[in-house]
């Protein structure tokens, strides 16, 4: 279970069925507006937004697959015996910490101004803890699917993420995409969960009904969680994206104090707040860190589906280096689920809807 | 292996590479030309011809897929000790038969003529034998590729069939798929694969170079097939089918009389033509005759990507029927396969290159 916290960041901020309604009823509809405002732009800034959104996305792509030959090469080299809370809190303090030195160079630079000025509103800070919150309710139920679901299963099951952060995308966002990216997508879970086969993947098809609602509930709270994130920061699209990180992450911090306080208090009193942390530990700290800020500048700049895509790319990629790494040997349901998730990247891209003028 | 032959007969008309450039040089073009001519005929003509290419397509997946089901079927109802190459001979003779009764019919109701005339020049007739001399080939290195490969691995390689028939119909009969079809064939493939695996699959990665090698030249002999009587069958658009099958089929009476007197002259000679037919044997002999004339009809008039996506769902079929009638299990594979060979069908449907007007 280490860092399975820091792992589903993606689960990091929920959101509730009020919150969205009322966020899509009253601030999307302006972020929608904004978006239409900005693609209209085109030209040189059209180019330059491309080409952000490019850099965002490969930054995502290879830090996220790197998570994971991380926590492989953790493994190998030893037990750690670090406490996962403290751990959790340390990348929420390393990403508040990173946005401030990001803001502080840009108040240098061009000043303090409105759109760059950490103070904020209250309805504009309001929407941020909820995330923190409802990343609890989903925490809690990752404990309970194990009463039904064994490990290789929840791995199959965890693939209904792409299907939910697509279908909320279309609902809440009311972004559209076209029926071949529509048809793109499904391949893409299809693609993923074929490459993650192995001979015990069949047990999933012995969940019971409580672990496929479980499953559904925890996938749809994760499609929220994006969707959301994407929400509330291209609510504000002229907003610094430090500022906003600065309050998204400010939450985590608090809520990993108090986890830390309820799970780990004698531990970190005890033993100190970094015991049993290595070299591969705060490279994990690190990469976790810089890959949450990489998520919040897709949802910037990009989309929820181009973090599905950039996730599940990355986790190909990770394979792809675990040969070469860890003598890990490909199967041919890899292969096959590559071939499917790649042909999936191709028609998402050839099936943009055209621009209506 | 028995009814490997006639499983097989995809395989059976075969062509020579020479054979293959003389016709597309020649007579392909003519094809070709009556092709674009039909396309735009359009209106109640187009209507009836869309008619014909849905049923002959469903018949073409019912039957393969009622095919496997036989197979089970006989395997069930214990060993029969019929001789393969005279159920091979019958099926041909039953072809030819169903032909000439099909023939008779047009004869009696609209008076022969030159479409409908059973003689024929040496010029037409000529190509017909090749396909049955081909034959030989693929099936003499069908037992060659055992050496190098298990029966699993095998299974999972005559998927190369599908990539071969779309390369070779596109190279040789000049006809063009859409970038979104290619992509929805690569997904056939690849899909088709996955619903196969089982936990042995990955024995195909440890296929030396001889059995790729042997392999792909399968693969590429079944796709030459298909083309082949393709272009022969659509050479002569005006020709009454039944005619043409009548030669096509003609010469596989032959071939097969000449395989019983090499192999099993003695035994039908001391246990009689039919010993060890059963009920199910004769239900297979059926079936198997009116597949052959059902892949004429779609080479006629369809083609052969509408072939291979018949049979591909013919495949799926079979698994679920089984499911029913054999308590046949259906693995995660099998699911995550059928829905990419369903987004695939569906994506070489919504792909359809806009005819150039």
């Known amino acids: 279970m280490e860092y399975r916290r820091v792992k589903d960041q993606e689960s990091y901020d929920d959101l509730s069925q009020k919150d969205v309604e009322s966020l899509s009823g009253r601030s999307l509809s302006s972020a929608n507006a904004t978006a239409t405002g900005l693609s209209s732009v085109g030209g040189a800034k059209g180019k330059s937004s491309w080409k952000l959104k490019s850099v965002v996305t490969l930054a995502l792509t290879l830090l996220t697959s790197s998570q994971a030959i991380l926590i492989v090469w953790s493994k190998r080299a030893g037990k750690y015996e670090y406490s996962v809370t403290t751990a959790n809190f340390s990348v929420e303090a390393l990403k508040c910490l990173l946005s401030l030195a990001a803001l502080s160079r840009t108040w240098n630079r061009h000043g303090v101004a409105d759109d760059n000025r950490l103070t904020t509103s209250f309805d504009e800070v309001s929407v941020y803890p909820i995330p923190a919150i409802l990343y609890m309710v989903k925490n809690l139920l990752q404990y309970y699917i194990f009463a039904y679901v064994d490990a290789p299963a929840y791995q199959i099951l965890k693939n209904l993420n792409i299907i939910s952060t697509g279908v909320l995308y279309r609902i809440i966002l009311k972004k559209k995409l076209s029926e071949i990216q529509w048809a793109a997508f499904i391949l893409l879970c299809a693609g993923c969960t074929t490459a993650q ?104 700049y990009a989309d929820n589906i181009v973090k599905v895509y950039s996730t599940s790319v990355a986790m190909l990629l990770t394979a792809v280096v675990s040969v070469f790494l860890f003598n890990f040997h ?17 028609l998402h891209s050839v099936g943009k809807l055209q621009p209506q003028k």
């Not at 996938?219 to 610094?240: C, D, M, Q, T």
């Not at 430090?242 to 998204?248: A, G, H």
């Not at 096959?336 to 191709?346: K, N, Q, R």
Request: one cysteine or more; charged letters at 10%.
């Open 197 to 300: 086969l192995n001979p015990s993947s069949d047990h999933v098809l012995q969940t019971p009904i409580q672990g496929w609602m479980m499953a559904i509930v925890m996938a749809l709270l994760s499609g929220f969680a994006g969707v959301y994130i994407e929400a509330i920061i291209k609510k504000r699209p002229s907003r610094n994206i430090n500022v906003q990180n600065f309050w998204l992450y400010i939450f985590g911090v608090i809520f990993n104090l108090v986890a830390i306080c309820v799970q780990d208090y004698d531990a970190v009193m005890n033993k100190g707040f970094f015991h049993g942390y290595s070299f591969i530990t705060v490279l994990m700290i690190l990469n976790h860190a810089l890959s949450g800020i990489a998520v919040s500048m897709v949802m910037k």
């Open 330 to 346: 490909l199967s041919l349901a890899f292969f096959l689920g590559s071939t499917v998730v790649s042909v999936s990247v191709y």
